[in-house]
């Protein structure tokens, strides 16, 4: 089934400590985004990428890095830099890299918490 | 920023009644969407309406577009207990396509 998968479903993270969290898609979308979500409020924007090799800081890209290698891939890791990181992260993609004009899908989230 | 601010934040209907959510929005928009989210999951997208529409339907959804006032409203006709879920709009922010923000959302709970 095609779609965009998000792992770990859940991942706690140490003080000071670097993680990753995995955003893979076989929809064959050139663009692909990551959301943060506080409880109870909406999605921010912290990095998009409209192709490979190339993304953008997004609201709140501060703490935060990411990579985009290959078409289907778009890590996001959430330094120790990033000094309140417990949220739900959402990755979405979309096609042809105008996520304003084609509607996103999303994966099923990583829910981030500091130990 | 978030572009898009939902009212009301919250809503508690009885099943089969109609929901109303309202949208609205400050920059011009080419188009504008909205999503569900279910608790603990992802968004999913439901219909986008563009600029020089002004309503669109798809199955129980109603969605309109003022664009002179900024806003959308997305009406859910015959509400089911499975409807219960957050909605957002959302709407690419201004310097671009790539951007989508979203708003606050709308917490809607559907009373079996």
């Known amino acids: 089934d095609g779609g965009i998968t998000q792992s770990p479903k859940y991942l706690f993270r140490k003080e000071g400590q670097n993680v990753t969290l995995s955003c893979e898609q076989n929809l064959n979308h050139d663009a692909m985004y990551w959301y943060r979500q506080d409880p109870g409020q909406g999605l921010r924007l912290i990095y998009y990428?409209?192709?490979?090799?190339?993304?953008q800081k997004g609201d709140i890209a501060e703490g935060y890095s990411v990579s985009r290698e290959k078409k289907e891939s778009f890590p996001l890791t959430v330094t120790s830099a990033q000094k309140n990181p417990t949220a739900f992260y959402l990755c979405?993609?979309?096609?042809?890299?105008?996520?304003?004009?084609?509607?996103?899908?999303f994966g099923s989230g990583t829910q981030l918490s500091v130990l | 920023s978030q572009q898009g601010e939902e009212d009301p934040q919250a809503l508690s209907i009885q099943e089969g009644e109609n929901a109303t959510m309202n949208c609205s929005y400050k920059t011009s928009i080419n188009n504008l969407q909205w999503y569900r989210q279910n608790s603990g999951r992802g968004l999913v997208h439901l219909i986008l309406i563009r600029s020089n529409e002004r309503e669109k339907h798809s199955g129980r959804l109603r969605v309109t577009l003022d664009t002179s006032k900024k806003s959308s409203s997305l009406l859910i006709t015959a509400s089911r207990a499975a409807d219960t879920a957050s909605y957002f709009c959302a709407t690419p922010s201004s310097g671009g396509y790539q951007k989508v923000t979203f708003g606050t959302g709308t917490k809607l709970q559907v009373i079996p």
């Open positions: 990428s409209q192709i490979v090799n190339d993304f």
């Open positions: 979405a993609s979309s096609p042809a890299g105008q996520g304003g004009k084609e509607k996103l899908f």
